[in-house]
């Protein structure tokens, strides 16, 4: 539902009622061949579509003349006539004039209550995000407050609103900065975080607008699911309510799925949706402990190139003819699962997969004698996740960890099927053009660009590529230090935790001072990165650290050339890219960004030809005229088959998804 004007039946249709149900939510209905054909090319045209921001200007002047005339009014009409709109959006609906009217109100209150006035810009963002679109801003333009406009509005028309951030601190942040505005409009505001209890974060879901994580949302819906069981349909639901002072409804956490914000969504729509989402609970299974030892030792007498191949493009590990006799030898004294050819294979490759496809400091860090899995996409630990089939199990032992028990799944869901059964969904990012397509064909998302407030006056230093890793590291030495020498202050963006240690190293031992953000997002990440900007300062960090955060600029450095970003490696997207060269100059101030490179970066080795490395080393070497340019367009054709790769990856979880949800339609949800 992304029309302009919600009227009132639709606008009951999405809040909890009796017309809505009490849990409302979007079924899923599969689409035929037509539907899908015209999905594809309205999925091209709305990519096409981003590129154009649009005329609002009649939307802002009726905006700027309903905010003149409640300037007229004291405060005793001015609560009168919030409360007179209030009324109309829950009887009529979310229509042009009314929502115009809420964002008047939003924009005023704001300005009273916490010293914020919504740029024209941000005004442009909410409305776009008010008709169930996604908003594309660039980095440093206010999308916490756009976001009131188009949350308030829902909520005053009586809508549950989820504003969906990527971590903790940024939802209490968000939830406690913006709760005076709220407050203001007579709206309840909370944030869920991974601390709360059953009963608090059941209370949290609801108020008026709720913040909380994907991850958090993603597993309470999963809990609501599991506790509804399969007969979940509205009637049975209400008729439950109505005598049973227990019944499930009382239950649930959520109030549905009515209304989401998915702050930067192309994070949480799109890098994240190549996992699937799984409540399981731990078994303590000893047998399984001992058959994973034995994958172990009988990995470690396989010979690479002999045996088998590792595929680190597609992370796999290809077990030749060769190596399934050898393992059936080596097998023979063993009993058990081990006289099943399949079983043993599968095994002894997630054990191979343990050794050469996961490597410490990058895809996890051992802490407090555990193995904590690190996000690819912010660089953070994840310590409530784990690996499934014995993965997480096998590196706990190749690390001489405590081993774990198995996980028994109790339930799973992708991102893609969970924002798809949101009635109505809208989002915001600073970088969404190049999946345009597939946030539509998936989400039924368009993508509209919004203009800057000020014209954006980032430089771009372009892109330096070296033989080896060593002289790549030595360039971002001197070019850091540099930049030091006259007070620029500088943004180090490493795309793994191992990276950013060594950066530090080598800082040190030039005597160059530094501060280092940890892999933990918390609070102490947003203050260190908003330093980042002040005179002198060089931040060494994953690319993603501290998203979400601004960096001011410290006195006098905007004279200097504001703050300047190096990116020390190429990412697995553009759009990571161009969310890390955001960091500086924002909202109109100046800063400056390159690219380092190496052919020994991982992105080049795996995801390039022998042939092709050894051209472009050869060329680099005797320092052609066109040697960089060449090698610099070598190196994004990589980027691009890794995020053709990826894209791949989402199409055929989601197709998984709908044909494991069809194969257990005789037993109900598969959640």
């Known amino acids: 539902m992304s029309s302009a004007s919600l009227y009132s039946s639709e606008t009951c249709l999405l809040r909890p009622g009796i017309i809505g149900g009490w849990y409302p939510e979007r079924r899923e209905d599969e689409p035929d061949w037509l539907e899908r054909a015209v999905n594809g090319a309205m999925g091209l045209s709305s990519r096409l579509a981003s590129i154009r921001a649009g ?112 971590n903790d601190y940024l939802v209490q942040r968000d939830a406690e900065n913006m709760k005076p505005l709220y407050k203001a409009l007579g709206l309840k505001v909370s944030a869920v975080t991974s601390s709360m209890d059953t009963a608090t974060r059941q209370a949290a879901y609801g108020r008026d607008i709720t913040y909380c994580t994907n991850k958090q949302l993603a597993f309470d819906y999963l809990r609501d699911r599991i506790v509804m ?81 590792v595929n680190h493009a597609e992370r796999r590990i290809l077990l030749n ?20 050819r399949r079983r043993r294979e599968e095994l002894v490759r997630q054990a191979l997969s343990a050794h050469y496809l996961f490597r410490r400091d990058k895809d996890y860090l051992v802490h407090e004698n555990k193995v904590l899995i690190v996000d690819a996409n912010t660089g953070r630990v994840m310590p409530d996740r784990s690996w499934e089939r014995g993965l997480h199990q096998l590196i706990e032992i190749k690390e001489n960890c405590i ?59 372009g892109e330096q590529i070296f033989l080896d890793k060593a002289m790549k590291w030595q360039a971002v030495v001197q070019t850091a230090r540099k930049l030091h020498e006259c007070g620029r202050p500088v943004l180090i963006g490493t795309t793994s935790i191992g990276d950013s240690e060594h950066v530090s190293r080598l800082l040190a031992n030039e005597n160059i001072p530094h501060q280092v953000l940890s892999a933990r997002q918390d609070a102490d990440e947003a203050q260190k990165i908003a330093r980042a900007g002040e005179k002198g300062q060089i931040t060494v960090a994953t690319n993603m650290a501290g998203r979400g955060t601004d960096i001011p600029l410290g006195r006098g450095v905007a004279a200097l050339g504001g703050l300047h970003v190096i990116a020390t490696e190429p990412n697995e997207a553009k759009r990571i890219d161009r969310q890390l060269f955001g ?26 030809g022998k042939f092709l490395l ?27 088959r890794v995020e053709q790769r990826h894209r791949n990856m989402r199409q055929d979880l989601l197709q998984h998804d709908k044909q494991l949800s069809r194969v257990l339609a005789f037993s109900g949800p598969m959640e």
């Open 55 to 166: 005329s609002y200007s009649h939307i802002l002047e009726a905006i700027c003349r309903e905010e003149k005339r409640l300037a007229r009014l004291n405060a005793k009409e001015r609560i009168q006539d919030l409360s007179s709109l209030r009324t109309e959006l829950h009887c009529c609906g979310m229509t042009q004039v009314l929502k115009i009217r809420a964002f008047a109100h939003v924009r005023a209150a704001a300005e009273r209550t916490i010293g914020m006035r919504h740029y024209e810009s941000q005004l442009i963002g909410g409305w776009i995000m008010s008709q169930g679109m996604l908003a594309e801003m660039e980095t440093g333009e206010g999308k916490t407050l756009t976001a009131t406009l188009t949350a308030a509005t829902a909520a005053l028309a009586g809508i549950p609103v989820h504003i969906i951030t990527v």
């Open 229 to 309: 069981g399969s007969d979940c349909k509205r009637m049975s639901l209400q008729l439950e309510s109505a005598h049973n002072r227990n019944c499930r409804r009382s239950r649930s956490l959520l109030r549905g799925l009515c209304f989401a914000i998915v702050d930067e969504a192309d994070s949480v729509l799109i890098d994240e949706a190549r996992t699937p989402l799984i409540i399981s609970r731990e078994q303590a299974m000893p047998e399984e402990e001992n058959l994973y030892r034995q994958a172990m030792q009988l990995a470690g007498q396989l010979v690479r190139g002999r045996h088998f191949h």
């Open 321 to 340: 003819s060769d190596g399934s006799s050898r393992l059936e030898e080596l097998a023979v004294p063993i009993t058990g699962v081990w006289n099943s």
């Open 403 to 461: 081993v774990t028990g198995q996980r028994e799944h109790m339930a799973r869901l992708t991102y893609q099927r969970l924002f798809r059964r949101y009635l109505l969904l809208a989002g915001m990012t600073g970088t969404a053009r190049e999946v345009g397509g597939e946030l539509w064909s998936v989400y039924g998302l368009r993508v509209r660009r919004v203009p800057t407030h000020r014209p954006c006056i980032r430089k771009n230093n």
């Open 583 to 608: 960091r500086c100059a924002r909202q109109g101030d100046p800063g400056s960004y390159e690219i380092v490179i190496s052919l020994e970066d991982e992105l080049v080795t795996t995801h390039s």
């Open 614 to 640: 050894r051209f472009l080393y050869t060329i680099l070497k005797n320092e052609f005229s066109f040697s960089q340019r060449l090698s610099v367009k070598a190196i994004y054709r990589a980027q691009q």
